[in-house]
């Protein structure tokens, strides 16, 4: 059965930093492109983060020069370190992997940034 996991949310000052983590079980993260999305309130849900099988990464411009996505193949996870943070990243932020035609979704974790 596939999981994802994400841990690592919380309430930070703006300027501040998160470690978020995606935990994956049933699949392998090195395999497959493991995407970061977020949704704020009222927002749809948009693409952050992205990194391949190859260990390529694509980010959104938003968040470009303040956000690294990396993965550890040994525990299995994807990591998103968010820096520099502001008051507009605020959101539930969602881990996913695509594989063989399947979507797959973490149950979400909050990060809130307060000015």
């Known amino acids: 059965q596939t999981q994802l996991v994400e841990s690592g949310g919380g309430l930070v000052q703006a300027g501040g930093s998160l470690r978020l983590s995606c935990a994956a079980s049933?699949?392998?993260?090195?395999?497959?492109?493991i995407t970061w999305y977020r949704q704020a309130p009222g927002k749809q849900r948009e693409m952050v983060a992205q990194i391949n099988s190859a260990g390529t990464t694509n980010y959104d411009d938003s968040v470009k020069g303040r956000f690294t996505i990396s993965r550890d193949d040994a525990k299995n996870t994807v990591t998103l370190q968010s820096n520099s943070l502001k008051p507009e990243d605020t959101a539930v932020y969602y881990c996913h992997a695509y594989v063989r035609g399947w979507h797959y979704w973490g149950q979400g974790t909050q990060v809130t940034v307060s000015s």
């Open positions: 049933g699949i392998t993260v090195s395999r497959n492109v």
